[in-house]
């Protein structure tokens, strides 16, 4: 099979999703009776597509299937309407059409057969009678339903949007130096500046598009919840549909990607805490279809996504110990709290909702839930519209350059004195003590400066004041990951590039809220003044992996030097005079980590010289290939620990 063959067969099954999406969504509207003749030509015009593409590139099972929907849905336009008993049978003809696509073998012949069965037990007809009042659909071709001109699409690999947005960020900031060059160079060129300007607005346009490339609807992810309400539902039961509004509502893919699984949590939560069986509903004077609402809307600069139900809501002693807790979803996330009847595979023992908001906060959300008992809960899930460009607020503290999201900045003041709230220092605003932080770097609880500025973070009714030395300004950056470095520390939510080269950390306004008498620390060893700093080599070919390497290390009482590969390493350790350990990365071009280690080791000066390799790369042959080379520490990113990493690099230029 070419690299055609498969790209071919890859577009097949992205467009035959985009088909299954709309048949499955067709269908739950002709079962719920919102439906009609229109559903119906979506539906065969879908399951023809499917065919005649898998019929192209030889998928048997495909095409039948395929082919088995577009008969009945021929034979339902006939008549104007489908037997509901069908429908059930074909959305699980549709799931197995989707398996099928995806290489699943055996999956059309019992499925044939139950439809086989079916027309059997009906006459050989599988459609009923025109509703009364409805035109039964035309014979012949299908008619195209009228639609709305569309923009014409593509479809774009993720992974090539996110080089697209590095390279553009990587311009950004070469034209920032070329600024600050310009400025330090004095006056006299004026026209040198007239063209940075112009350059400034279409970088700025520039980095605008790619991030919108980087947002979607909340729509791509929306297609499979109606149905997953209905099993649910069906599965308990109970009676419940699924109305969704905002989908057009833009995230960053990101984002999307995270929350699916969380709002799916959501959605089972609402069937399985919160609506009730039909019996009790009708006694408590509600229709017997529960209802339930997933809403997307834009709240200032957050996205809020809301799932509600009409449902029995949270208990009364409950809603009353909200405040004792902070909030209704902080006791409600509290672990091992639940609110279900009884523990099934779809009502779990209370860990949902703490896992929904841990999930949240990591992506630099927040979460709300109000509830009236007997009347239904709201959850709502507060996120940013892109993690790759955010507003944030720069400041400086112990040194280091770290930045806020604006969405949860309060105000700044200034901090002469300070209060006690529960043995921690705060600041006293508008009659309130609000707990201090200091990020644990440099001045602690005490050492206030007369005058000095602090933030005062807000989020869903809490507050902290985080001290500064100074305040930068407020700026749009672009936020990268935070690379090996810090890729397991909690408390931020990635870092920026500053105009001068510096690296800004993003915190996380959520674990500073939600960790008061926690100091969030960029771990610096106990007795970094106490000793001469060692010297390091930090190796990766990606500019913002290796400043914010550099700047954390820094930070801990390192020298650091860079190199971008392999090779560039080589020659500078052969220039520098002093050395005590490299940090390298594994994959990087013209040379890569191991390799670098097997000259680092083949070299009679410096063969005993610590090398660290950081890399994403964990598989046992890797690591065994590490071993191999004479690496000193293999360090996997997703496996990584801030404060072993640091005290691994403390050991090996110690010794």
Known sequence: MTASDEEIRELVRAEAGDCLQRIEASLLALESGAGGVEEIDSILRDAHSVKGSAAMIGWEESTALAHAIEERMERGREAGSIPAELIDLLLRAADGLGRAVNGEQGVAPPLLAELTAFDAEHGGESAEASTEGEAAAPHGPVAAAPTAERSPTIRVDAAKVDRMLDAVGEAVLHHRRLEHALEAAGPGIRQASEELDLGDVLLADLQDSVVQLRTLPLSVITSPFPRAVRDLAAEQAKEASLEISGAETQLDRVILDGISETIVHLLRNAVAHGIESPEERERAGKPRLGRIELRAHQRGGMVAIEVADDGRGVAAELVSQA???????????????????????????????????????????????????????????????????????????????????????????????????????????????????????????????PRSPAVIVESLGRQMAVMCEALIGEEEVVIKSLGAILAGLDGYLGAAILGDGRIALVLDPNHLLDAPREEMALDRPADVSARSPGTVLVVDDQFSARELQRSILEVAGYRVEVARDGREALRRIGEMTELDLVVTDVQMPEMDGFELVEAIRADDVHRSLPVVLVTSLGDEASRRRGVEVGADAYVVKNEFDQEALLETIERLTAG
Request: aromatic share 4%; charged share 20%; no cysteine.
């Open 323 to 449: 405040g004792e807790a902070g909030s209704l979803a902080d006791l409600l996330a509290t672990t091992g709290l639940s609110t279900a009847e009884s523990v099934s595979e779809i009502a779990g023992r209370g860990v949902g909702l703490d896992a929904v908001k841990r999930s949240v906060e990591r992506l630099g959300g927040g979460l709300e839930v109000r509830s009236e008992p007997g009347r239904g809960t709201e959850v709502t899930l507060l996120l940013p519209l892109t993690l790759a460009l955010m507003r944030v607020l720069l400041f400086e503290w112990a040194g280091q350059a770290f930045a806020l999201p604006m969405t949860a900045v309060g105000r700044v003041v200034a901090v002469s004195d300070t209060t006690s709230l529960g043995n921690r220092p705060a600041v006293e605003i508008e009659g309130r003590a609000v707990p201090i932080s200091w990020l644990g770097l440099g001045a602690g609880p005490g050492e206030v400066p």
